[in-house]
């Protein structure tokens, strides 16, 4: 596994993979690995024959200056896991290879508009502007994203259309640890109180999919029942509990053929997302979450 800090070491070694005829699947991260990442490069292995990952924590992201800070990086733990886990070759980029007094970016608009969108202001921006540069940096067929971040995943697939990137966007499922919680780096912040409560997401998913294959439609049933399940976990504060259409991220009344069920909540200073898609098979309701 190579470890590579600048572009151009990067580009000559993707540019001897591509003389070799070999498809490149890229997986995004900020670092931090856990079974999460893992799982994308498990995803990209499936169609390419050589994985880079990128780890940056991209500053320009962070709508909140102490997350960036307090945001937890352990290289060595990275670079165990990404060689674990196959990886050919890690992009590890510092904030001065990335920008230098750049003036551009890159907006999606209307899909943004809501969920983590309405909660974190120029977050977006941040990373549809940081996941073009990588993509123009690594050039790669395929790239990985998780359906844990299904805002991103789907404005970044949109983007890949709008920008014409010669990229195919894979959305790979959410891995969670044994009792529901998603994995997520800033699960480490989390005391064993705050961790015990935040299963409270995953429990209200859990119970929405059970509403739903009852039978079940109306949004404001769905919704208040995952509330309730939250708010018994007694989360700081709530930024969202949303029914939205998968395309459009727009709020929906009713279930219908492919929406999403997107929740957001604070527990202590740490924010975690949790969501379930819908989708219906021969008109039955299947939920992956
Ligand atoms: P991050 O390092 O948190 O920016 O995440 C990098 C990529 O890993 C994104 O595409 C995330 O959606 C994905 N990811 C994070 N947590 C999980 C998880 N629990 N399951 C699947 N993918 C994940």
């Known amino acids: 596994m190579e470890v590579v800090r600048t ?21 995004p991260t900020m670092g931090y690995l ?7 490069v498990d995803e990209a292995k499936k169609v390419s024959d050589f ?45 001065s290879e990335m920008y230098n007094n750049h003036l551009t970016s890159v907006d999606v608009a209307t899909l943004t508009d809501n969920l983590c969108g309405a909660h974190r202001p120029g977050h977006f921006r941040g990373v549809f502007t940081v996941v073009s540069k990588l993509f123009n940096i690594i050039q790669p067929d395929v790239a990985v994203f ?19 990137f010669p990229v195919t966007i894979i959305i790979a499922p ?16 989390l005391s064993s109180d705050q961790r015990t409560r935040a299963l409270a997401l995953s429990s209200g998913l859990k119970t929405a999919e059970r509403l739903i ?19 018994e976990g007694r989360p700081d504060s709530i930024d969202y509990v949303s029914l939205v259409n998968y395309h459009t991220l727009q709020p929906i009344d009713a279930i219908s053929d492919t929406c999403v069920i997107a929740v957001a909540a604070f527990f202590g200073a740490t924010r975690l997302i949790d969501n ?12 992956r979450f």
């Open 7 to 27: 572009i151009g070491q990067a580009r000559e070694i993707l540019r001897t993979a591509r003389k070799k005829d070999m498809r490149i699947g890229f997986v």
């Open 34 to 40: 856990h079974r999460g990442h893992t799982s994308l």
């Open 51 to 95: 994985q880079v990952m990128s780890i940056f924590v991209n500053k320009i992201q962070f709508n909140d200056p102490k997350d960036f800070s307090s945001y937890p990086r352990d290289l060595e733990r990275d670079f165990d896991y990404a060689k674990g886990a196959g990886v050919d070759m890690i992009f590890l980029p510092d904030d």
């Open 146 to 164: 998780g359906q844990k971040d299904i805002q991103q995943a789907i404005s970044i697939q949109k983007m890949v259309t709008d920008l014409n």
């Open 174 to 189: 959410i891995i969670r640890e044994g009792d529901g919680l998603a994995m997520s780096s800033r699960n480490k912040h």
């Open 213 to 231: 294959t009852g039978g079940e439609t109306s949004g404001d049933t769905i919704l208040s029942a995952v509330r309730g399940i939250i708010e």
């Open 276 to 287: 379930m898609i819908i989708t219906h098979d021969h008109g039955r309701p299947v939920c």
